[in-house]
């Protein structure tokens, strides 16, 4: 087993409080209570580890006939939420999927049996692929995302829509979470609940979008698109870079650095993050000023490798951060062991001129080119105390499990 503590300022860190884990009902409950955030804890119990899996499940279990629920994901090999979903098309809910090509191929694929049944073949009741009827599955094109157009591009998301459940209308779950066992009992993940009608309808417009570029035989390569809805607000990707520039090398369209362009270290400004790949290296060097302006920053991320052996921090991101943050821990267990697959960013302090700003940024969002050019990617800006007092506590959580104690 190896875990890395890179250390410059001594910050305490400490458990999550139980009751910021947000864990859904327990089994047999009637309903499942809208959870605000939900995050998995793979070195728990096999409930800890299934938490935003469970939580999903309960939410498509409660879906009563007349509803509609929506779902982009990227991989998926869970049979108890795919069968649920279709067990919901079948006493009437109105089931709409869009996986990535990727999943198609997974081993323990769940598309056939989201298209078919059960027992994944032709003629079973599943969703079915006829997008004139109700309900359906559709695989975005190989080799791009739906919407997203450029070479190895995906459909990274990981979200569902629910038009009403258990009473509330509107609800967006947006989580960092793959439905694979992996992403369950070997990583890190977290999720989020909203139940604002502009950013729900935002979503669902997107959503549309997925579908519309995801049959047609060419995607586009600038999508962005952002929405503002109270305290929240959305950003869609790919992002062009501008004219003249590479996907590379344009920062005034890097959306991570723009806000970070907004922070102020007066007061002591505390930044947190949560990240499972980084090649950025305009972020980097952004958070490195800001560390040296006085703003406190620590970052847990994952220390693992891609198949190909690259590290989901690049070394030209670990040549800029090395050893410049106030707190950085590795999260690596060797073999195969637990690392972090979240995505997040909390700002507390003065953020767009405004003190005692508490902020989280959470989504599929890795902080890689791909994330920000090439991919189907949604991005939530959220300011909501308590959605940020509970990521803060799954920080202090990821800070102290992969430092190790």
């Given at each position: 087993?190896?875990?890395?503590?890179?250390?410059?300022?001594?910050?305490?860190?400490?458990?999550?409080?139980?009751?910021?884990?947000?864990?859904?009902?327990?089994?047999?409950?009637?309903?499942?209570?809208?959870?605000?955030?939900?995050?998995?804890?793979?070195?728990?119990?096999?409930?800890?580890?299934?938490?935003?899996?469970?939580?999903?499940?309960?939410?498509?279990?409660?879906?009563?006939?007349?509803?509609?629920?929506?779902?982009?994901?990227?991989?998926?090999?869970?049979?108890?939420?795919?069968?649920?979903?279709?067990?919901?098309?079948?006493?009437?809910?109105?089931?709409?999927?869009?996986?990535?090509?990727?999943?198609?191929?997974?081993?323990?694929?769940?598309?056939?049996?989201?298209?078919?049944?059960?027992?994944?073949?032709?003629?079973?009741?599943?969703?079915?692929?006829?997008?004139?009827?109700?309900?359906?599955?559709?695989?975005?094109?190989?080799?791009?995302?739906?919407?997203?157009?450029?070479?190895?591009?995906?459909?990274?998301?990981?979200?569902?829509?629910?038009?009403?459940?258990?009473?509330?209308?509107?609800?967006?779950v947006q989580t960092s979470a793959n439905l694979t066992t992996v992403q369950r009992n070997a990583l890190f993940n977290n999720a989020v609940t909203l139940t604002d009608a502009g950013i729900y309808n935002s979503y669902k417009s997107y959503f549309a979008d997925l579908e519309k570029y995801g049959v047609m035989a060419n995607g586009i390569t600038d999508y962005y698109r952002t929405l503002v809805s109270g305290t929240y607000k959305t950003y869609f990707f790919p992002r062009h870079e501008k004219s003249g520039t590479t996907a590379t090398t344009d920062p005034s369209t890097d959306t991570i650095k723009l806000v970070l362009d907004n922070v102020s270290c007066s007061g002591g400004t505390q930044i947190r993050v949560a990240m499972y790949a980084w090649t950025r290296t305009q972020v980097a060097s952004k958070l490195v000023s800001l560390q040296k302006a006085g703003c406190q920053v620590t970052l847990a991320f994952d220390g693992n490798d891609d198949p190909d052996g690259s590290p989901h921090l690049s070394a030209k991101v670990e040549d800029i951060i090395s050893g410049q943050f106030a707190k950085r821990v590795e999260c690596k267990e060797d073999p195969g062991g637990i690392g972090v697959h979240s995505k997040y960013l909390l700002i507390e302090g003065t953020y767009d001129g405004k003190a005692d700003s508490k902020f989280v940024w959470t989504g599929s969002h890795n902080y890689t080119y791909g994330a920000l050019r090439k991919n189907d990617e949604a991005l939530l800006k959220i300011n909501d105390p308590q959605i940020y007092a509970a990521f803060k506590a799954n920080h202090d959580r990821l800070m102290e499990y992969c430092e190790g104690s």
């Amino acid at each position: 087993m190896r875990r890395t503590t890179f250390w410059r300022l001594g910050i305490a860190s400490a458990l999550v409080p139980a009751a910021l884990l947000a864990a859904p009902a327990s089994a047999g409950a009637a309903t499942t209570p809208l959870s605000p955030a939900v995050f998995n804890d793979p070195s728990g119990t096999v409930d800890d580890q299934s938490r935003i899996r469970d939580y999903l499940l309960g939410l498509v279990n409660d879906t009563a006939p007349g509803a509609e629920i929506r779902v982009s994901m990227y991989g998926w090999t869970d049979d108890p939420v795919a069968d649920a979903l279709v067990a919901a098309a079948q006493r009437g809910v109105v089931v709409k999927v869009i996986v990535d090509d990727h999943t198609v191929g997974l081993d323990g694929t769940e598309y056939p049996r989201l298209a078919n049944g059960e027992n994944g073949t032709a003629g079973d009741d599943g969703l079915g692929t006829d997008r004139t009827k109700p309900s359906w599955v559709l695989a975005c094109p190989p080799a791009r995302g739906c919407i997203a157009d450029r070479e190895a591009g995906i459909n990274h998301n990981k979200f569902f829509l629910f038009s009403q459940v258990n009473g509330v209308s509107n609800v967006l779950v947006q989580t960092s979470a793959n439905l694979t066992t992996v992403q369950r009992n070997a990583l890190f993940n977290n999720a989020v609940t909203l139940t604002d009608a502009g950013i729900y309808n935002s979503y669902k417009s997107y959503f549309a979008d997925l579908e519309k570029y995801g049959v047609m035989a060419n995607g586009i390569t600038d999508y962005y698109r952002t929405l503002v809805s109270g305290t929240y607000k959305t950003y869609f990707f790919p992002r062009h870079e501008k004219s003249g520039t590479t996907a590379t090398t344009d920062p005034s369209t890097d959306t991570i650095k723009l806000v970070l362009d907004n922070v102020s270290c007066s007061g002591g400004t505390q930044i947190r993050v949560a990240m499972y790949a980084w090649t950025r290296t305009q972020v980097a060097s952004k958070l490195v000023s800001l560390q040296k302006a006085g703003c406190q920053v620590t970052l847990a991320f994952d220390g693992n490798d891609d198949p190909d052996g690259s590290p989901h921090l690049s070394a030209k991101v670990e040549d800029i951060i090395s050893g410049q943050f106030a707190k950085r821990v590795e999260c690596k267990e060797d073999p195969g062991g637990i690392g972090v697959h979240s995505k997040y960013l909390l700002i507390e302090g003065t953020y767009d001129g405004k003190a005692d700003s508490k902020f989280v940024w959470t989504g599929s969002h890795n902080y890689t080119y791909g994330a920000l050019r090439k991919n189907d990617e949604a991005l939530l800006k959220i300011n909501d105390p308590q959605i940020y007092a509970a990521f803060k506590a799954n920080h202090d959580r990821l800070m102290e499990y992969c430092e190790g104690s």
